[in-house]
């Protein structure tokens, strides 16, 4: 059983920053590409970033030059630093991640959701 729990999310000013984390948890071998993603009240689900396990990231052209993605891999955590919020950077973000379980299951995994509230 594999287990992704975001924290980070709320409510911030336009112009201001906040942290997201995700933890994966639970029978992990490996981890491939982890990432973000994001859904708007009455959007689809977008990619915001992600990165894989060598380091390499890709992110969606509406947050390149404010948000950036890192992993720590000892943790199985990745982070998502979000800076000039704006108020359509509002939306409930989900991380994601590719996961190998111990019995050679691989799967992508997304956690529950997190909220971010961006205000003008």
């Known amino acids: 059983q594999v287990q992704l729990v975001e924290s980070g999310g709320g409510l911030v000013q336009a112009g201001g920053s906040l942290r997201l984390s995700c933890a994966a948890s639970g029978s992990i071998f490996s981890i491939n590409a982890m990432g973000w993603y994001r859904q708007a009240r009455g959007k689809q689900r977008e990619l915001v970033a992600n990165?894989?396990?060598?380091?390499?990231?890709r992110y969606a052209d509406s947050v390149k030059g404010r948000f950036t993605i890192s992993r720590d891999n000892a943790k199985n955590t990745v982070y998502l630093q979000m800076n000039s919020l704006k108020p359509e950077d509002t939306a409930v973000y989900f991380c994601?991640?590719?996961?190998?379980?111990?019995?050679?299951?691989?799967?992508?995994?997304w956690g529950q959701g997190t909220q971010v509230t961006v205000s003008s």
């Open positions: 990165i894989i396990s060598g380091g390499s990231t």
């Open positions: 994601n991640a590719e996961i190998k379980t111990h019995v050679g299951i691989e799967y992508r995994y």
